[in-house]
């Protein structure tokens, strides 16, 4: 066996292993720091399968922005999670839901392994026609040309779930800035990396959008990477939320999800098919839409970690 071989091995019962321990912690803040954890170590899977682009997500979106969402939510069951504890289910209820979850796990193994040798794919008709979108990253290809009409959908079920986050508010602060206002040290080390961090930040998100047409890349992780640089100007009160109500917000939002909506509409037109790209014009139209949905998309990922409006616009 090879080292290479004896590293994966290992990481496979490491992830395992952390993922069985992640769903057994009684204690949600030590559950969600498995999780992150776990999402991690994922990234590293994803690497050792030369999935680079996947790996780039998981450790964005899957660990980072997810686990970010999980511990803000542990924070705030914290106080209700002793009396949670103490109206544990009956041993019949967690044996019965053993049960349940096993028979989901079996049934997920056996479509796994009843799967056809070799599975059906459509990997050949994709590197046939790569070409025609002028993009040298065939996961930019894939998303942006042959399966655009989900990646759209993506980008405005965030919209909705930033919507539905708004709408948990209460109604005398609807329009109001959401979240807490954080007030840090001056000279303390969270302002000091809050001052440091963004410019770099800044040109490391933009760098991993640029490359995303042709390298591991794009715009899903290029926007949490910006998202991320603003909240922690924020958490060190170097920068605030603006109000739900503002004008700017709101067209920031929706310009991304528009943008790919009018292109689409514009394939109906000139190339035959809704999303569909006239030759030619491919590549210059994935990169307008990835343009428009690179700020839409790191406003939104950040407000939606802020939380509802909450607090008076003033």
């Known amino acids: 066996m090879s080292l290479t ?13 952390l993922a069985l321990w992640t769903v057994a912690a009684r204690d949600a803040f030590a559950a969600v720091v498995g999780f992150v954890a776990y999402g991690m170590l994922l ?17 964005a979106l899957g660990s980072g922005l997810t686990g970010a969402m999980l511990i803000r939510a542990a924070g705030r069951l914290r106080d209700t999670e002793a009396t949670a504890n103490a109206e544990r289910p009956g041993a019949l209820i967690r044996l019965m839901a053993a049960l349940a979850a096993g028979a989901v796990t079996a049934a997920l193994a056996f479509a796994v392994l009843a799967l056809p040798d070799p599975a059906p794919t459509l990997a050949p008709q994709v ?36 919507i539905g986050v708004w709408s948990l ?3 005398r602060a609807w329009g109001a800035r959401p979240g807490p206002r954080y007030r840090a040290d001056p000279d303390g080390g969270l302002a000091y990396l809050a001052r440091t961090l963004p410019p770099v930040g800044l040109v490391v998100g933009v760098y ?5 047409a042709d390298l591991p890349g794009g715009k899903f992780q290029g926007a949490t990477i910006l998202a991320a640089m603003w909240l922690l100007a924020r958490m060190a009160g170097l920068a605030d939320a603006p109000p739900v109500s503002s004008g700017w917000l709101r067209v920031a939002l929706v310009a991304g999800p528009l943008t790919f909506l009018a292109v ?30 690179l700020p839409s998309l790191a406003t939104t990922l950040a407000l939606i970690l802020v939380g509802p409006p909450e607090r008076d616009p003033g």
């Open 264 to 293: 689409g509409a514009a394939g109906a037109l000139y190339a035959g098919a809704f999303l569909g790209y006239p030759e030619g014009y491919a590549k210059p139209l994935i990169k307008v839409v990835e343009w428009a949905l």
């Open 208 to 212: 991993i959008f640029w490359i995303g």
């Open 43 to 59: 990234t590293l899977v994803w690497v050792r399968l030369d999935g680079f682009d996947v790996a780039l997500t998981e450790a």
């Open 169 to 171: 508010g209460p109604d």
């Open 127 to 162: 590197a046939a026609n790569i070409e025609s979108t002028g993009v040298g990253n065939p996961i930019t290809a894939v998303l942006m040309a042959f399966r655009a009409t989900d990646t759209m959908l993506e980008a405005i079920v965030v919209l909705l779930a930033l």
């Open 5 to 17: 071989d004896a590293f994966s091995i290992g990481l496979a019962l490491v992830v395992v292993g």
